[in-house]
């Protein structure tokens, strides 16, 4: 078998690819991703770039937003998985066909293969899932940073005032979504507990 593509079997080819689409120098790729630079070049230069992504940036630009590069990575990371179970596929189907004819240097090469296209596959799923969650966890603290939210859970608290029993409630909802102790003046939720007499 030949050598392989090190930019293609990278975990985050996809990021990758959009840089070199997007017309970033192949050093900074390098430095940034720790590829030989080497490898970069061949990659872009031998076609290995989806043509999904180069006509995203028909004239290599770099200021695309971040919403179109969010999507385009989910797509990308999308295509990154079909791409390892495809190849998975071929390189079943080529163990079967040297155990069939005993070929077992070549059936020995085949299983490292599948070993690493398994383990590469578990690591890029790891890597999308860590990313997903730390985007949501950026956009829920982003939304209980926010001066609207912080306003309106005050505002919330002190309507419940005259009924401390629901107030309490509602503050223990509320510590539930945010991971703080209850708190009943919206501002500074790790520093203010709920009294038990309240």
């Known amino acids: 078998m030949g050598q392989r593509c090190r930019t293609c079997d990278h975990p985050e080819r996809s990021a990758i690819d959009i840089e070199i689409a997007r017309g970033i120098d192949c050093r900074s790729i390098s430095r940034r991703f720790t590829l030989p630079y080497s490898s970069l070049l061949r990659h872009r230069?031998?076609?290995?770039?989806?043509?999904?992504?180069?006509?995203?940036?028909?004239?290599?630009?770099?200021?695309?937003?971040?919403?179109?590069?969010?999507?385009?990575?989910?797509?990308?990371?999308?295509?990154?998985?079909?791409?390892?179970?495809?190849?998975?596929?071929?390189?079943?189907?080529?163990?079967?066909?040297?155990?069939?004819?005993?070929?077992?240097?070549?059936?020995?090469?085949?299983?490292?293969?599948?070993?690493?296209?398994?383990?590469?596959?578990?690591?890029?799923?790891?890597?999308?899932?860590?990313?997903?969650r730390a985007v949501t966890q950026v956009q829920n603290l982003a939304i209980l940073m926010s001066p609207e939210y912080v306003a309106l859970r005050g505002d919330l608290i002190k309507?419940?005032?005259?009924?401390?029993?629901?107030?309490?409630?509602?503050?223990?909802?509320?510590?539930?979504?945010?991971g703080a102790v209850p708190h009943f003046t919206g501002k500074h939720p790790p520093q203010i507990e709920a009294r038990p007499d309240a």
């Open 159 to 178: 309507a419940l005032s005259p009924h401390p029993k629901a107030r309490a409630a509602v503050a223990e909802v509320l510590r539930r979504i945010e």
């Open 45 to 132: 230069n031998n076609g290995h770039v989806p043509a999904s992504i180069r006509e995203a940036f028909p004239r290599h630009r770099a200021d695309l937003s971040a919403e179109a590069l969010a999507q385009l990575r989910a797509d990308e990371s999308a295509g990154v998985l079909l791409h390892l179970a495809q190849q998975r596929s071929t390189l079943l189907r080529l163990q079967d066909e040297a155990e069939r004819k005993h070929w077992r240097p070549l059936m020995l090469q085949v299983t490292r293969e599948i070993h690493k296209n398994i383990e590469l596959t578990g690591r890029t799923l790891g890597m999308f899932a860590e990313h997903e």
